[in-house]
């Protein structure tokens, strides 16, 4: 039943973007106001019944479908039977095409308040992106065949036609341990997949204008904002993975490199240029093609991604599956990348556009330090992660990559990066008078050594964190100053305070100030990285029942080994209570999981959070022989990073509101000029 | 023309993108975690170990002059379970002709190995020996078991088995490693390569 | 004081603060822990994508206790690093060298920024030609042929290369099922002994088990024969010429190495049993009943019914038309 359902939903959401395709392209054609409204209800109404139906599927425990049988277990609790619906690849894929959808009806609502050829040639290019998911999705990663033929916890056998007899087995082994171990699980995949597929509504808006042949300020305005509610949630995604691999992975780290987060951070790092570059676009009518080709790498970077990380290709944490899925995405990536960029070279001659630099020592030269300081980045993390893979195909030689080469690259140039962020706010257009910039720099520049100074005297004298403070002081100054500055000025015009004059500096300009909040949340981030991997301490005990350890000024002791049997795990763990100079400090229970039959064990770790940083112990061998070996790691102002993500996230979203209100009110403007 | 060049970077992207996915391509069907042994061709690592109920080490130089198959076990590895009974016929069925079988403990403790072995059987000429901190599994790179490594009289790793071997495997490589040849390296099957997961 | 002299103040200041920094910093105490160092360059050979130091599992915890060892006999992070090289293969080097096959990775990202500023630089210079020249427009059709073209090769080009890397790779392992399918000509007996012993419930066994009882049969070794002939003669799954063949060497060794007349006659009848015509069984119970049991004219009488057998080979024949006129002419057997 909830098979048909499911089947039913994948038909019409394929369907739908069938539709949308032909009407769509049709109406850009013929620029006629086609309705596109049935073909976007389609597609939204079906992704949601097969998200529904899959998740109906795992509440009710319906053994039928091969995903529950293979996925879930009668004893997985809430919420991860839910997220057990995205937890495997098909799943992941049906909330791919929601969320596809759910852009899809966005893009749609726009278009249906303001009909125009840009509109319905996007909405015909997100239909086309559509029908390769939902495509997917009925073929080769059909999450709705039934089982039929079971085996013990699992199936053996399995049809794709929904009214296929059945037979479903008892129970499932459950969805991957290591995936049922936190609630960050169950909200980390559909944030990450807001940012990931929110990469498609720039890229049509893109394509949509190449394919009219209209270029110019429209179609950059449309993929800004979109790119910027995309990278937004890309932001947030990252972050709680980050915040994931913290609580859950046992090390103390929050990013190893690894391919998965590689696939993550690359198209972080081209939107993130493109947001920088299409100001200038915006303001001074340049880089288009430069542009184009942003939007086109970060939704391919999206593309490529997940085929690096659900084809099998390269091995890694989150790589649980091989599949013949592989082919088919990376058809799809050629497909788009030949198709745009063939479109590209066809529409080359309206694509141009004339650079205008005057100097580079001004915001248009800041602009292009940072986008060729972000798209080397990205090229790092891409040549870093395919490259064992690239010369294998051509040598046969196996090599590694790993976290040390990417930090020995990516270290300096985010120092770089932070460099530049810092001047570039303060640098005015066109061309930067060396007095406004040296008057601009001079305050925030002695700040900064000042506090660099202050943390190498009183915190510690590690290169790295000294710099990262310097730096990240002296962006955040820069900013001050400028903000000071201009209320300055305010109040020397206007009879306003000081503070009414700032608020309307922040109000007048609030999609700036909002993109300086962002950065104020990436030297926080800078601050965080620099404290916890160069000043991280790590030590490995054992310890019999009873036993004390003394760690960093604290004292654990190893009260009991304790084992807790539940329908969906065994956990067998260690109580251990920490003191700080005589006084109580809390209770920590690292353990090791057991999940349902299976043998395997999953080292949970069990993590005091302090304001000066964070104890985070880890069981490494069960207690069962008296005797166990713990690992106690401190990662001193940990929380920073989690404030500065946050920070940089919120940034992202504020910008977008203060778009929307920029937009009605000009809305509201034009109309009372008429 | 206005955008000739830019005209050329899209077909650059274009046959960029090609050359890229097509080297992609050729990756599918191979396991990237699949590592090809450096050991092989090389004089085979040396070691000195106790056997799992006490007693005198036995070193791969006393040894000298046989054919040693070099396996690494567990019970808690299903592969190594399935392929016991091979092990042991094809140890047995070799007794006679200087090939030695070498059966190492990983990551196991020496009584929850000799536990296994009392159900599973034990080939009385195989040496069944503990690998305290796992110094010879690393000495051989071991990166799941099983793995079973072939050194022929000379004391070189010629050959290599990773995952679950049967009896003609076995066998076969032996009989290629007495015709004076290297059987290399074969893959069966899946590893495991922990306990926990 | 003037806004030029308060300027180099500034300068000289910063200056200053900035040399007190680079001071402190370049003589802060190295603490750098040379195990974990070394440990973060090695990937876990167990794990996937994380390095020894930062692996719980306990094979990385070993590595790094091996290490750790290295280190306090004082070998060099090279030395320590290339024997774990030497055994693991240089695909555990998370930290790839900036030299041979690895070079380029390092060059790739250096050379990135070099010419991304040489284009800017460029760019900024030699501006495209402005719109106002444009003068001509190339025929549309023709412009959209090249990505037509360059599409449908490049499709071509990846379902050739997915064929071939998929189509490689199948079959690669072999399973007990098809082991007695194998030519048997390179493979010694102790293999067959141990294919057979460790697949002795094995339906297809018995092929290999007739093969190896032959190979010991054809140099006299027929302690070591008769386990396997019997094991087939028995065997619920061998075949009907299989069971035969092993029944009439099973009779043959009975008489030949024990002398054993009557066991050997009934093994041939029971090989003519499944198959009556099997001129081996006939010959071979001709040949006992004649030297063993003296029955000639029993003996003269299958002679002639294995004559009659149209498919024997002309030796065969000479062979059993000797043997037929001796035991004729009342000779006693050879």
Redesign the interface.
């Known amino acids: 039943m909830l098979s048909f359902l499911g089947s039913a939903g994948m038909v019409v959401a394929l369907v739908g973007s069938v539709l949308l395709v032909v009407r769509g392209f049709r109406a850009a054609r013929h620029d006629m106001t086609a309705n596109l409204g049935g073909a976007a209800q389609l597609l939204l109404g079906g992704a949601v019944v097969a998200m529904g139906a899959m998740v109906l599927a795992l509440l009710t425990d319906d053994f039928s479908l091969v995903y529950t049988a293979t996925n879930h277990a009668r004893a997985t609790p809430f919420p991860f039977d839910v997220a057990t619906a995205w937890a495997a690849l098909e799943g992941s894929i049906v909330l791919w095409g929601l969320v596809l959808a759910g852009y899809t009806w966005f893009v749609f609502r726009r278009y249906r308040k303001h009909p125009d050829r840009l509109g319905a040639a996007a909405l015909a290019v997100m239909g086309v992106v559509a029908i390769f998911f939902f495509g997917l999705m009925i073929t080769v990663a059909n999450p709705f065949e039934v089982c039929v033929q079971a085996v013990e916890s699992g199936c053996a056998q399995s049809s794709p036609w929904p009214f296929a007899t059945v037979n479903a087995p008892v129970d499932g082994p459950g969805p991957n341990?290591l995936l049922q171990n936190h609630f960050m699980m169950a909200i980390h995949p559909p944030v990450l997949y807001l940012g990931y597929v929110g990469m498609t509504v720039p890229f049509a808006y893109a394509m949509g204008a190449l394919a009219l042949g209209v270029a110019g300020p429209e179609w950059l305005r449309r993929s800004h904002r979109s790119t910027l509610v995309a990278w937004s949630f890309l932001t947030l995604g990252i972050l709680l993975g980050g915040w994931w691999a913290y609580e859950v992975l046992?090390?103390g780290?929050y990013w190893?490199w690894?391919?998965v987060e590689n696939a993550s951070l690359m198209p972080w790092l081209v939107a993130t240029a493109f947001l920088h570059s299409g100001i200038v676009q915006q303001r001074r009518g340049m880089l288009q093609?430069w542009n184009f080709?942003l939007v086109?790498s970060a939704f391919?970077l999206t593309i490529l991604g997940t085929?690096l990380t659900r084809?099998?290709?390269?091995?890694?944490?989150h790589?649980f599956t091989q599949s013949a899925i592989?082919?088919a995405l990376?058809?799809f990536?050629?497909?788009t990348?030949?198709?745009s960029?063939?479109?590209?070279?066809?529409r080359?001659?309206?694509?141009?556009t004339?650079?205008r630099?005057e100097t580079?020592v001004s915001r248009e030269g800041m602009f292009?330090a940072n986008n060729?300081l972000l798209?080397?980045y990205a090229?790092?993390v891409l040549?870093?992660t395919?490259?064992?893979?690239?010369?294998?195909?051509?040598?046969g030689?196996?090599?590694?990559?790993?976290?040390?080469?990417f930090n020995?690259?990516a270290v300096p140039l985010s120092f770089l990066l932070l460099l530049v962020m810092g001047f570039g706010p303060i640098t005015p257009w066109r061309s930067a008078p060396p007095g406004l910039l040296?008057a601009r720099t001079?305050i925030p520049?002695?700040v900064g050594?000042?506090a660099?100074?202050l943390t190498?005297?009183t915190v510690?004298?590690?290169?790295w964190v000294?710099l990262a403070v310097?730096l990240g002081v002296f962006v955040v100054g820069a900013m001050t100053g400028l903000l000071v500055e201009q209320a300055t000025t305010r109040t020397a015009k206007t009879p306003e305070t000081f503070s009414t004059a700032v608020r309307r500096v922040v109000g007048g300009d609030s999609t700036f100030w909002a993109g300086q909040l962002s950065h104020i949340g990436v030297v926080l981030v800078a601050i965080g990285i620099a404290f916890a991997a160069n000043l991280g301490t790590?030590a490995?005990v054992v310890l019999s029942p009873g036993e004390a350890a003394q760690f960093k000024g604290y004292t654990l002791t190893f009260e009991s080994p304790f084992r807790q049997v539940h329908p969906s795990k065994t956990i067998v763990g260690a109580r251990l209570t920490v003191t700080r100079d005589g006084r109580f400090i809390g209770v920590v229970e690292p353990s090791?999981n057991f999940f349902g039959s299976?043998?395997?064990?999953?080292?949970t770790p069990d993590v005091l959070h302090r304001p000066g940083g964070d104890l985070y112990i880890?069981l490494?061998?069960t207690p069962d022989n008296g005797a166990a070996t713990f690992?106690f790691d401190t990662s001193p102002m940990i929380w920073v990073l989690w404030v500065g993500g946050l920070t940089s996230a919120l940034g992202g979203f504020l910008a977008m509101a203060a778009r929307r209100r920029e937009r009605s009110a000009s809305r509201v403007r034009r109309a009372a000029d008429v | 023309m206005r955008g000739r060049g830019l005209r050329w970077v899209g077909y650059g992207g274009a046959i960029a993108a090609v050359a890229f996915a097509v080297v992609l391509a050729s990756r599918f069907g191979t396991d990237p975690g699949l590592v090809d042994s450096p050991l092989l061709g090389q004089p085979a690592p040396q070691f000195d170990l106790a056997p799992l109920e006490g007693g005198d080490p036995v070193s791969l130089s006393d040894l000298e002059g046989d054919i040693v198959v070099v396996n690494f076990f567990a019970s808690w590895c299903l592969e190594c379970r399935n392929e016991h009974e091979a092990l042991v016929s094809t140890a047995d069925a070799f007794a006679d002709d200087d090939v030695t079988f070498v059966s190492i403990s990983y990551q196991e403790s020496p009584p929850a190995s000799l536990d296994y072995l009392a159900t599973a059987g034990r080939s009385e000429v195989t040496h069944y020996l503990a690998d305290p901190g796992s110094r010879t599994a690393i000495a051989y790179g071991v990166f799941g078991i099983p793995e079973t490594f072939f050194i022929d009289r000379e004391g070189v790793v010629v050959g290599k088995i990773i995952g679950e071997s049967d009896a003609f495997t076995l066998g076969a490589a032996i009989d290629a490693i007495e015709r004076g040849e290297s059987p290399g390296q074969t893959v069966t099957g899946d590893t495991q390569q922990a306990p926990d997961g | 004081m003037s806004d030029r002299s308060r300027n180099i103040a500034v300068i000289v200041v910063m200056a200053a603060m900035a040399a007190v920094l680079v001071l402190l910093v370049a003589t802060a105490p190295s603490e750098t822990d040379r195990v974990q160092a070394i440990g973060e360059r090695i990937k876990c050979p167990v794990c996937q994508g994380e390095s020894i130091a930062n692996s719980p599992s306990s094979m990385a915890r070993d590595m790094m206790s091996l290490v750790s060892e290295k280190v306090s006999e004082g070998a060099s992070d090279t030395e320590i690093v290339d024997e774990l090289l030497a055994s693991y293969s240089g695909a555990v080097l998370l930290d790839p060298p900036a030299s041979g096959a690895t070079l380029a990775l390092w060059l790739a990202p250096v050379a990135a920024l070099v010419i991304g500023a040489a284009v800017i630089l460029w760019w900024r210079r030699h501006p495209p030609e402005s719109a106002e020249d444009e003068t001509s427009q190339p025929d549309p059709r023709n412009r959209r042929l090249v990505p037509l073209l360059v599409l449908g090769v490049s499709l071509a080009v990846i379902v050739v290369v997915a064929g071939f890397s998929l189509q490689d790779r199948s079959g690669a392992a072999s399973g007990v099922a098809d082991l007695t399918g194998q030519d048997l000509e390179d493979v010694s007996n102790e293999t067959m002994e141990a294919v057979i012993a460790a697949n002795a419930d094995h339906p297809q066994v018995d092929g290999m088990r007739l093969a190896l009882a032959e190979r010991y049969y054809d140099i006299g070794d027929y302690s070591a024969a008769f386990p396997h002939y019997l094991a087939v003669a028995e065997s619920a799954n061998a075949t009907g010429t299989q069971a035969v063949t092993a029944l009439v060497r099973l009779g043959w060794m009975a008489w030949d190495g024990n002398a054993e007349a009557a066991t050997a006659i009934e093994l041939f009848d029971q090989a003519l049993a499944i198959d009556p015509s099997s001129s081996t069984a006939l010959y071979l119970k001709g040949q006992v009943l004649w030297c063993g049991e003296s029955e000639v004219d029993a003996a003269v009488d299958l002679f002639q019914e294995v004559l009659a057998d149209a498919r024997l080979t002309p030796e065969a024949k000479t062979r059993v038309e000797d043997d037929l006129a001796a035991a004729r002419d009342g000779e006693p057997c050879p």
């Not at chain 1, 960029?341 to 066809?346: N, P, R, V």
């Not at chain 1, 490259?387 to 040598?395: M, R």
């Not at chain 1, 030689?397 to 080469?405: A, H, N």
């Not at chain 1, 299976?598 to 080292?603: D, G, H």
């Open positions: 341990p046992s090390w780290g190893a690894d391919p093609a080709i086109i391919s085929f084809s099998g290709t390269i091995n890694s944490v790589s592989g082919p990376l058809g990536l050629v497909l990348l030949v198709g960029f063939a479109l590209f070279s066809t080359a001659d309206i694509v141009a004339s650079p630099v580079l292009l060729l798209s080397v090229f790092i040549v870093g395919t490259y064992p893979l690239v010369l294998e195909a051509f040598t030689t196996q090599v590694g990559v790993g976290e040390p080469f020995r690259l040296w001079r520049g002695l050594l000042a660099g100074l190498a005297l510690t004298r590690n290169g000294v310097t790590h490995e090791a299976a043998e395997s064990a999953v080292s880890t490494l061998s690992q």
